[in-house]
Structure formats: structure tokens, C-alpha cells
């Protein structure tokens, strides 16, 4: 076997290879011949049928197997002994081969992985958010949770804000009906947002059986374009009022929260461990994709193009099964590659720099480390021992533990590299409601 690496792009390679005629004919015969001693052929005995029968009837199914064969194992020796590192799948190409030739030749043209330089990552700087769950965050999400359980009941007397009111409503546009202009019997929690504030306030000071006609602007940026920035003519009706009931904060509620003997200090402590879980995590989650992008704009690599449309073809495969489990049919759901071309380009590249990362700095998810994140995740599901049992009976899981813990190591690596900056936030902004 002989081969010539020829050099296209940067990352562009074409292998060619060339191999004697004779080494195919020799195994194209020996397992014609394995073929024929089995081979079942009307009007032959099992294992009694002529050779060149078997030829002319499995010849050209047997050639092609071998020649598929023998390409596969000359590429593979081929990269070997050339050193290359083949990114995504070679495109094959055999040279016609004539009659007598004495040699079979085809060419491999491929990707190889690119040569990464790693960066020096002290000049880089990751911020950190910083923040201590307080009393008044735990008293404010329980009170959140209070609500959460608010119980409604039927009062006479006028609407007041945080009520719960049910009414029939009308509305028009220059005296014409659009989409979504009436309801009958629709429940409004007061102060929600459920509707445009304007339309809410026009309900306080109502009374049941009260009927009322007014005039609401809506925004020019409004979702629904074919309203947005349009005058609209309401007509209402106040069919009913409900008080909110709040629960009180006391041995049931606290029962409510799963704490079993009711005690109200006990739920505070637990929730407080609860939104400190939840925060740590948050914080782990901005700086993780902190570092992950200061990787990629520190680290400039060159982008295999057949990685990148593996991952291409994974993602909008994840997206079918995603809107197949949401009942909608695929074949009727167009999904355009510019949706997800950028989101594969960058998942590819962090691969790549990632483990050169790992290989470089002996960042490898060592199983102690694969364990212990395994525990404290299942330290939020009721029975933490069948979790940890789940994980490591299943393949996938477990993986994913691992590449998990992978993406830590390189994260704290980088965090002991580079220049953290420490940013107080509050618990507002570190769940996105600032």
C-alpha cells in the first residue's frame, strides 16, 4: 500500500492510496469460496455447488464488500501512518478501475483537527456575583409561597385591587371585533398582569352586576401587533368579587411546606437552606458561562466544518423530538440550519478548546469528584440512595455526571488562572427579577 497526503486549507486534507489489484482478487476468491460451502442454490447439494456458480450468482455483492473493506482498512492504516487526527467523516472517492489494472486507487478527502495554542488566562478577567441569602429573602419567598396558596372567597361590596373578579368583557376596534375581543366568565386576579394595567384599574370600585364602557390604549410595542399602539372600545360586566385569603403563618402552613411536626422555625431554616442551594447554583451557572465565553474569545481556533454540521444535524434533531413530545407534527415545522448554526459553531469550538484543556492540564473527572456530585444532586429528591443507585446504573447518567464534572475542573482551573472580580448582587438580580 502506498499514500500521498496532499495539503487543501488549513484544515482540508486529501489522502490518496493505492493498493494492488491482487490483494482484492485474493480476498474477493477466499470468500467466494468460504461462500460456497454454504452457499444454497436450486439444483445443487448444500456446500456442493461450483465455485464459478457462486462466482456469476454472489461475485459483484461479495466484490463490492471487500473493495468497501479494503478502503475502510487502507484509509485507517493510511492516517496512521501519516499521524492525522480526521475530524468528522472522510469523503471517498475510487478511481475507476480498468480492466487488467494492477493497481486499485482511491482518494480520502477529510478534515483534520486543528492545532490549538492555549492563551496565558492572568490577563483575563470573570465576574463573579456575590451575594448572602438574608432574613428578608427567606421572609419574602415565603411569603410568595403564601400566595401561592391563596384560597378566594365571595364578598358583596365594591372591587378592590388583589381581588379575584369574574366579568364578561367586549371589545372593538373603530366598531369592529379582532381576536381575543371577548370573554365570558373570565377570572382576573387584580395586579397580576394578566391584562394591561389601564384595563384593570376601570374594574376597582365596581360592583357586582355593575356594567361599564371604557376606552383603552394599547402600547405600541404590544405583543399582539394587530392591537399594538390601537385605541380599543371596552364594554364590561362585573359578574362577581372574591377576597383573597392569605394562610396564616403557623403549624398547618408549615405542614403545607413538608415540614411533618409543624414548626414554623424549622421552615424558616429550610427555606433558607433552599434559596442558599439555589443561589450557590445560579452563581455556579453565570460563572460558568463567564469563563466559557472568555474561553472563546481568548482562544481563536479554527472551526472544522464536519463537526460543525454534525452538531448541526444533532441539535435540530433535538429540536424535532422536542416539538414531537409537544404534539406538533415535524413534517409541517420547518426548521431553517441559520436557527441553530451559530449555537453548533460554538458548541464545537468550546469542545475543542475544552479538551485540550483536559488533556493538557490533567483535568480529567476523577470518580470521587463523579460521586460527590452525583450525591449532593440527588440530596433534592426525597429518597437520595435511589438516586445515586439510578445514576450509576445507567450509562447516560453517569456520563453526564462526568462530562459535568469535566466542565467544573476546566472552570476552576481557569478561575485559578485568571482575574475574578467579585460583584455584590442582590437575590433579585441573581434570579433575573431586577
Do not use: C
Amino acid at each position: 500500500m502506498q499514500s500521498n497526503l496532499e495539503t487543501l486549507g488549513s484544515l482540508e486534507r486529501r489522502l490518496k492510496v493505492t493498493i494492488p489489484q491482487e490483494k482484492i482478487e485474493t480476498e474477493v476468491e477466499s470468500r467466494l469460496k468460504r461462500l460456497a460451502r454454504t452457499a444454497k442454490i436450486h439444483g445443487f447439494r448444500s456446500g456442493k455447488v461450483p465455485l464459478k456458480i457462486v462466482s456469476q450468482q454472489y461475485g459483484p455483492q461479495v466484490r463490492q464488500e471487500v473493495m468497501g473493506d479494503v478502503l475502510q482498512k487502507s484509509f485507517g492504516e493510511a492516517v496512521v501512518e501519516q499521524k492525522l487526527r480526521v475530524a468528522g467523516y472522510p469523503r471517498f472517492e475510487a478511481k475507476q478501475v480498468t480492466e487488467n489494472a494492477s493497481q486499485f486507487e482511491f482518494s480520502a478527502t477529510f478534515e483534520v483537527y486543528p492545532d490549538i495554542t492555549l492563551s496565558n488566562f492572568e490577563t483575563v478577567s470573570i465576574e463573579q456575583p456575590e451575594m448572602q441569602v438574608s432574613d428578608a429573602d427567606v421572609n419574602k419567598a415565603i411569603e410568595i409561597m403564601r400566595k401561592q396558596r391563596t384560597e378566594y372567597n365571595m364578598v358583596e361590596r365594591p372591587v378592590l385591587d388583589g381581588d379575584r373578579i369574574n366579568i364578561d368583557y367586549h371589545g372593538v376596534i373603530d366598531g369592529a371585533e379582532f381576536d381575543g375581543s371577548s370573554a365570558n366568565n373570565f377570572l382576573l386576579v387584580l395586579g397580576e398582569g394578566q391584562l394591561l394595567r389601564d384595563f384593570e384599574e376601570q374594574m376597582i370600585g365596581m360592583n357586582k352586576g355593575q356594567s361599564k364602557t371604557f376606552e383603552v390604549t394599547f402600547p405600541e410595542n404590544y405583543h399582539v401587533q394587530t392591537i399594538a399602539g390601537k385605541t380599543v372600545l371596552f364594554e364590561t360586566k362585573l359578574n362577581g368579587v372574591e377576597e383573597p385569603i392569605l394562610p396564616e403563618l403557623n403549624a398547618e402552613f408549615a405542614k403545607s411546606l413538608g415540614i411533618a411536626n409543624g414548626d414554623t422555625n424549622k421552615m424558616h431554616t429550610e427555606v433558607q437552606k433552599n434559596l442558599e442551594r439555589e443561589v450557590a447554583k445560579r452563581i455556579k451557572t453565570r460563572v460558568k458561562e463567564k469563563v466559557m465565553q472568555a474561553l472563546l474569545d481568548t482562544i481563536k481556533i479554527d472551526t472544522p466544518k464536519s463537526l460543525v454540521a454534525l452538531e448541526l444535524d444533532r441539535l435540530m434533531q433535538s429540536a424535532r423530538d422536542d416539538l414531537k413530545e409537544r404534539g406538533m407534527k415535524v413534517k409541517d415545522v420547518p426548521l431553517p440550519t441559520d436557527l441553530f448554526q451559530e449555537q453548533a459553531q460554538r458548541r464545537v469550538n468550546l469542545g475543542l478548546i475544552m479538551a485540550e484543556l483536559v488533556k493538557t492540564h490533567d483535568l480529567q473527572a476523577k470518580p470521587d469528584q463523579v460521586r460527590t456530585l452525583v450525591e449532593d444532586f440527588a440530596q433534592s429528591y426525597e429518597n437520595p440512595v435511589e438516586v445515586v443507585k439510578l445514576h450509576y446504573s445507567s450509562k447516560e447518567r453517569l456520563n453526564e455526571a462526568e462530562s459535568a464534572v469535566l466542565e467544573d475542573n476546566v472552570v476552576a482551573w481557569v478561575l485559578e488562572k485568571a482575574k475574578v472580580v467579585k460583584k455584590p448582587v442582590t437575590f433579585d438580580e441573581l434570579m433575573g427579577k431586577s
